[in-house]
């Protein structure tokens, strides 16, 4: 699963990335032309800007699941080795050995 999320982050990073940079801006710094060289319309413009919103909406959510993956991943794998430790701290002590290792 932490697998997935992590390649559609990518995914959607790379897609968040190139509706930016197509996208019409007021100062016009990188503007790719249409085919006539005419401005795009009121409605394309407000579709590429929802769309934009739409997929950082997407980032933010997908973002906060890795992060939530992610902590239950290291608690689990944490709680894995507690585990062994008391349990070999309980065999230690039903065995009256220690975990100092003999000269020989």
Do not use: C, W, Y
């Not at 997935?4 to 032309?33: A, E, N, W, Y």
């Not at 005419?38 to 997929?55: D, E, V």
């Not at 585990?83 to 009256?96: I, N, P, R, Y």
Request: aromatic letters at 8%; zero cysteines.
């Amino acid at each position: 699963m932490l697998s997935f999320l992590f390649g559609f982050q990518i995914f959607i990073t790379i897609l968040i990335s190139l509706v930016i940079i197509f996208q019409k801006s007021s100062s016009d710094g990188i503007v790719v032309s249409n085919a006539g060289g005419q401005m795009p319309s009121r409605s394309q413009t407000s579709f590429i800007s929802k769309f934009t919103i739409f997929l950082i909406l997407i980032f933010m959510a997908n973002s906060l699941l890795l992060a939530k993956n992610s902590v239950n991943k290291h608690n689990n794998e944490q709680s894995i080795i507690k585990s062994l430790e008391s349990e070999h701290a309980h065999e230690d002590k039903v065995t009256g050995e220690t975990n100092v290792p003999k000269m020989e």
